[in-house]
Nanobody, 121 residues
């Protein structure tokens, strides 16, 4: 059994910052890519940022220069630092990890439960 647990969402004013964290636990053999996605009301889920297990990261154009993704492979965690937040960043944010669990011999997608981020004055 593998779980992803997120923390750190909330309400923030435009221009403010938030930090999201996600911890993977369970019967994990290897974690490959980890990332953050978001889904705003009435819109499709979209990729925000992704990071490989060697630390190569990429961000969506809409968040470049404002958001930074990082991970701690020893702790199986991924973090999204969000600065200069805008109202259009309002969404439910989901952690994603591509994990090979013990006994499966293949990579599967795992998702966190989602955390609400609201940017409003």
């Amino acid at each position: 059994q593998v779980q992803l647990v997120e923390s750190g969402g909330g309400l923030v004013q435009p221009g403010g910052s938030l930090r999201l964290s996600c911890a993977a636990s369970g019967s994990i053999y290897r974690i490959n890519d980890m990332g953050w996605y978001r889904q705003a009301p009435g819109k499709q889920r979209e990729l925000v940022a992704i990071i490989t297990n060697s630390g190569n990261a990429a961000n969506a154009d809409s968040v470049k220069g404002r958001f930074a993704i990082s991970r701690d492979n020893a702790k199986n965690t991924v973090t999204l630092q969000m600065d200069s937040l805008k109202p259009e960043d309002t969404a439910v944010y989901y952690c994603n990890a591509k994990i090979v669990a013990y006994g499966t011999f293949r990579e599967n997608d795992y998702w966190g439960q989602g955390t609400q981020v609201t940017v409003s004055s």
